[in-house]
């Protein structure tokens, strides 16, 4: 069955970094996107960050632009999230999916960004 299992999340100053993980199974990974979301406090859930099966193509929200990199190892199936510059209106529980024939979500990893 598809999993997607994220990490890499924690506390960090302002201004400091973190690189999110998400490991992928169950499907042909370098078949399907993948996306980045996260979800602040009394927030909707956000798109964050997007790349293509190949690594070729990648977008961004606008609030991320020129801070956030995402990029994918296929032999690995793994996707990352590098995050420089990084301000408390980051704080979130940051999710990894991706679109078969349905929605697949993981369980999320908490990135926190607090003096």
């Known amino acids: 069955q598809v999993q997607l299992v994220e990490s890499g999340g924690g506390l960090v100053q302002p201004g400091g970094s973190l690189r999110l993980s998400c490991a992928a199974s169950g499907f042909i990974f370098s078949q399907y996107a993948m996306r980045w979301y996260r979800q602040a406090p009394g927030k909707e859930r956000e798109l964050v960050a997007f790349i293509d099966g190949v690594g070729g193509s990648t977008k961004y929200a606008d609030p991320v632009k020129g801070r956030f990199t995402i990029s994918r190892d296929n032999a690995e199936k793994l996707v990352y999230l590098q995050m420089n510059s990084l301000q408390p209106e980051d704080t979130a529980v940051y999710y990894c999916?991706?679109?078969?024939?349905?929605?697949?979500w993981g369980q999320g990893t908490q990135v926190t960004v607090s003096s």
């Open positions: 999916h991706t679109y078969l024939s349905a929605s697949y």
